[in-house]
T-cell receptor, first 110, second 115 residues
């Protein structure tokens, strides 16, 4: 069974204080690893897909990286508007569903 | 075009009543997914459609849950004889196709409260 573990559960940052979120996974053949952002009362918003170890993707202050066992979401010089819950999910080869972690709730204080 | 839409946004019902939740996927997306997000838990996969067919219904938690999709577009998730443990946010997502590398885009969800 696919498993996704995210850490930490919660992260409080000062504006401009860079940090990283971790997503550890076990899956029988990885098709893709996905990062989503979820604001309170809203559906998850797609951020990145990573397909193979060594791959990196960036979007504004966010950078996602992937190894064979884990993925990191780096937040560089965060702003209050980066406050959200960040969800990691994996999709196994020949599968269609996403298996999600519990998420990391990030709070950025001005 | 427009994103995934879901209705209603909120639904309050009494235990034992039936409810229907609707999802309109992104135009042109042939794959549609239903997930459930309960308080304190991660997103849980329920069912997916490729076109009007649902190849795998194993994520549905009980036989009180059913779903259908018509015209390769709109989908309805029906919960019969609702129980308090059914209270959750029901999320719908769509992707271009189910196979291959295609991102799933989510709607805003329907918050279901069973009293």
């Amino acid at each position: 069974e696919d498993q996704v573990t995210q850490s930490p559960e919660a992260l409080r940052l000062q504006e401009g204080e860079s940090s990283s979120l971790n997503c550890s996974y076990t899956v029988s053949g990885l098709r893709g690893l996905f990062w989503y952002r979820q604001d309170p009362g809203k559906g998850p918003e797609f951020l990145f897909t990573l397909y193979s170890a060594g791959e990196e993707k960036e979007k504004e202050r966010l950078k996602a990286t992937l190894t064979k066992k884990e993925s990191f979401l780096h937040i560089t010089a965060p702003k209050p508007e980066d406050s959200a819950t960040y969800l990691c999910a994996v999709q196994a080869a020949n599968d269609y569903k996403l298996s999600f972690g519990a998420g990391t709730t990030v709070t950025v204080r001005a | 075009g427009a994103g995934v839409s879901q209705s209603p946004s909120n639904k309050v019902t009494e235990k034992g009543k039936d409810v229907e939740l609707r999802c309109d996927p992104i135009s042109g997306h042939t794959a549609l997914y239903w997930y459930r997000q309960s308080l304190g838990q991660g997103l849980e996969f329920l069912i997916y459609f490729q076109g009007n067919s649902a190849p795998d219904k194993s994520g549905l938690p009980s036989d009180r849950f059913s779903a259908e999709r018509t015209g390769g577009s709109v989908s309805t998730l029906t919960i019969q004889r609702t129980q308090q443990e059914d209270s959750a946010v029901y999320l719908c997502a769509s992707s271009l196709v189910a196979s291959g590398n295609h991102e799933q885009f989510f709607g805003p969800g329907t918050r279901l409260t069973v009293l």
